[in-house]
């Protein structure tokens, strides 16, 4: 079975904090993905990244960054945590030689920036 | 651009019953995959289906089976037999193909919720 970790079930962070959120997965996948969900927006690409140091914008990338220094990690930055930036932060991972390239998720963390 | 409606916000129904979720969706891309994902409140998304726009026959998995109408460009999510551990946010996605093949575009999802 695929397993996608990430490093915090909630976290409370102060305006102006920077934050780490890790992702983690055990499948040696190629590609991970960092979303954020918000009710009625259903989920929004914030980056990707398809190979280590690697990485793509997504939808949503203003008021973060990425890193992807192993294969099996990879990691969201909020530089500068702004109360809109409170929301749940969903990784997931796929492999290429998948063909249907289904993606498999984390547990999610929620944030909240006071 | 890849575009994925989803048109019931939530949906109440009798444990047993069989339910629908619709899902529409919109690519020029003629090569194309649908997928449903299930997120209880725990927050995790599971993965439960998959259609790819060349599939001649309609996915099934278990209780869950889609209902591919590709004329109609309509990819609705049928769940028989439902059960209380079916209550859950349901999300209807899309990859596209050679660049887009990566990344899933979601809809907003629908709230099914099962009464006993």
């Known amino acids: 079975d695929v397993k996608v970790t990430q490093s915090s079930r909630y976290l409370v962070k102060r305006t102006g904090e920077k934050v780490f959120l890790e992702c983690v997965q055990d499948?040696?996948?190629?590609?991970m993905f960092w979303y954020r969900q918000d009710p009625g927006l259903g989920l929004r690409l914030i980056y990707f990244?398809?190979?280590?140091?690697?990485?793509e914008k997504g939808d949503i990338p203003e008021g973060y960054s990425v890193s992807r220094e192993k294969k099996e990690r990879f990691s969201l930055i909020l530089e500068s945590a702004s109360t809109n930036q409170t929301s749940m932060y969903l990784c997931?991972?796929?492999?290429?030689?998948?063909?249907?390239?289904?993606?498999?998720f984390g547990p999610g963390t929620r944030l909240l920036v006071l | 651009a890849q575009k994925i409606t989803q048109t019931q916000p939530g949906m109440f129904v009798q444990e047993k019953e069989a339910v629908t979720l619709d899902c529409t969706y919109d690519?020029?891309?003629?090569?194309?995959?649908l997928f449903w994902y299930k997120q209880p409140s725990s927050g995790e998304m599971i993965f439960l289906i998959y259609?790819?726009?060349?599939?001649?026959q309609n996915a099934t998995e278990g209780r869950y089976s889609l209902n591919f109408q590709k004329a109609r460009k309509s990819a609705n999510l049928v769940i028989s037999a439902s059960q209380l551990g079916d209550s859950a946010m349901y999300f209807c996605?899309?990859?596209?193909?050679?660049?887009?093949?990566?990344?899933?575009?979601f809809g907003q999802g629908t709230r099914l919720t099962i009464n006993p």
């Open positions: 997931a991972s796929s492999v290429i030689r998948d063909s249907t390239r289904a993606q498999y």
């Open positions: 499948m040696d996948h190629e590609n």
């Open positions: 990244s398809y190979d280590v140091k690697m990485k």
């Open positions: 690519t020029s891309d003629p090569s194309y995959g």
């Open positions: 259609q790819g726009s060349y599939d001649q």
């Open positions: 996605a899309m990859r596209g193909a050679g660049q887009g093949a990566q990344k899933l575009v």
